[in-house]
T-cell receptor
């Protein structure tokens, strides 16, 4: 079975702090990786792709560690609007679609 | 541009009734996906289509579930007969070129089976 595991949280973080969470995947042949964001009672939306060399998008940094089979998401200078569930998503390749983790719930507190 | 459209947004029904969920993907997208989301199991892929043809239905829980895509702009997910354990949010998503590219989700249908 192709697993994607995340700490469900919640992570309670004060506004302005830096927060990071990881996701592990079981299939070493996995080809591409993403972070999606899901707001309460809304649909998931792509936050960013994760590249082998690591990548940044503003306050967000994503990294991939193939040897240890995990990806991470770092959020700097967190905002109240960052409160959401962050879903780790893995493409295992072949005819399979994407496999979604259950998500990490983040709460930014004023 | 309109995103993925789903209807109804909410559905409350009684056990044993037939439920039909509808989806209109983004125009030009070749792939359409049906997901189910619950607190316990997270987001699960039920089935996906490429150019209206079902490719992988291994996630469909049992014979009570069926999905069709009669044309490029419309798909249905049917549950007959419905059971309380089918209560969940059902999302439809579409993507452009491959099943591994960015998927755009509809707003979901919240189903409650009493």
């Amino acid at each position: 079975r192709k697993e994607v595991e995340q700490d469900p949280g919640p992570f309670n973080v004060p506004e302005g702090a830096t927060v990071a969470f990881n996701c592990t995947y079981s299939n070493s042949a996995s080809q591409s990786f993403f972070w999606y964001r899901q707001d309460c009672r809304k649909e998931p939306k792509l936050l960013m792709s994760v590249y082998s060399s690591g990548n940044e998008d503003g306050r967000f940094t994503a990294q991939l560690n193939r040897a240890s089979q995990y990806i991470s998401l770092l959020i700097r200078d967190s905002k109240l609007s960052d409160s959401a569930t962050y879903l780790c998503v893995v493409n295992h390749g072949g005819a399979d679609g994407l496999t979604f983790g259950k998500g990490t719930h983040l709460i930014i507190q004023p | 541009d309109a995103g993925v459209i789903q209807s109804p947004r909410h559905e409350v029904t009684e056990m044993g009734q037939e439920v039909t969920l509808r989806c209109k993907p983004i125009s030009g997208h070749d792939y359409l996906f049906w997901y189910r989301q619950t607190m316990m199991r997270g987001l699960e892929l039920l089935i996906y289509f490429n150019n209206n043809v079902p490719i992988d239905d291994s996630g469909m829980p049992e014979d009570r579930f069926s999905a069709k895509m009669p044309n490029a702009s419309f798909s249905t997910l049917k549950i007959q007969p419905s059971e309380p354990r089918d209560s969940a949010v059902y999302f439809c998503a579409s993507s452009l070129g491959t099943p591994q590219e960015t998927q755009y989700f509809g707003p979901g249908t919240r189903l409650l089976v009493l």
